[in-house]
């Protein structure tokens, strides 16, 4: 909220336990620009508990977004 993202869908998936840990897995979709994608990365890797990203995909909200002077 901070960084102007725009949070449209979060989907928990199945935690797997392991011998110390239990994976939390979710999926976050959201829109904004890429300057405030690096920023929410960046506050992850701030954060004082473990988290780790195994994949995220980016995309243009549509095809034109790539002529504009922000990419969405």
Not at 1 to 11: D, S
Not at 14 to 43: N, W
């Amino acid at each position: 909220k901070k960084i102007g993202l725009t949070l449209t869908r979060i989907e928990e998936g199945t935690d797997a336990k392991k011998d110390y840990y239990v994976e939390k897995p979710f999926s976050l979709t959201f829109k904004g620009v890429y300057v405030q994608m690096i920023a929410f990365m960046e506050r992850l890797s701030q954060l004082e508990k473990v988290i780790r990203v195994d994949e995220y995909t980016v995309k243009p909200r549509t095809p034109d977004s790539a002529k504009q002077k922000y990419v969405d």
